[in-house]
């Protein structure tokens, strides 16, 4: 059981480049998350999802989309990567309730 | 506006010994509340959880203890053990709000020989 998937797992983006992290998870939850890491912060929610083609802005979403078509699949776009992108992203999947989310191992993002 | 917050960035602790990890939040409206721990690398673990209806919740040598009143919650591990060290998170949600979660700044916990 392979959980929640993130690809890849590290990245350089030069300033103004465009990306998709990419997040899928194998256990038909429909609520999807993107959260961001920074140094000595804790998690803030980019973007979420409640279940195929509905999200939703989390605290931070600016120079962020995600799209949600399938229950499995919910990828991230950057757009014109800037400097203050540069992050840990954590993907996570919940089937609903209140037992936890299972994150993905995270993508290291840096923009130069 | 931190509406959950750890104060504490670091704990050191012996084996052997009882660690005790705490959060703050501000948001009384937060109606269950979530532990995570995280290695280096890995994504976040889900550890424990409690509700807002309940003062206490065990599982093992983990319990995460909730006083509503001073809206503060802690995790004891006992005995703590080298496998522990680790940064932990605590976590706040709302149920009904899409599941969404508000995370504090972590505590790294060091557990030593």
């Known amino acids: 059981n392979a959980g929640v998937t993130q690809t890849p797992k590290f990245r350089i983006l030069k300033i103004g480049q465009s990306m998709t992290l990419q997040c899928t998870q194998d256990m038909n939850h429909n609520y999807m998350y993107w959260y961001r890491q920074d140094p000595g912060m804790g998690l803030k929610l980019i973007y979420y999802s409640v279940g195929a083609g509905i999200t939703d802005k989390g605290e931070v979403p600016n120079g962020y989309n995600v799209s949600r078509s399938t229950t499995e699949d919910f990828p991230l776009r950057l757009e014109l990567a800037a400097p203050s992108q540069t992050s840990v992203y954590f993907c996570?999947?919940?089937?609903?309730?209140?037992?936890?989310?299972?994150f993905g191992s995270g993508t290291r993002l840096t923009v130069v | 506006d931190q509406q959950v917050k750890q104060n504490s960035p670091s704990l050191s602790v012996q084996e052997g010994r009882i660690s005790i990890l705490n959060c703050d939040y501000t948001n009384s409206m937060f109606d269950y509340f979530l532990w995570y721990k995280k290695y280096p690398a890995e994504g976040p673990t889900f550890l424990i959880s409690i509700s807002s209806i309940k003062d206490k919740n065990e599982d093992g040598r983990f319990t995460v203890f909730l006083n509503k009143s001073a809206k503060h919650l802690s995790l004891h591990i006992v005995p703590s053990q080298p496998g522990d060290s680790a940064v932990y998170f605590c976590a706040a949600g709302l149920t009904g709000g899409g599941n969404k979660l508000t995370f504090g700044t972590g505590t790294q916990l060091k557990v030593e020989l």
């Open positions: 996570a999947s919940d089937p609903g309730s209140n037992y936890g989310y299972t």
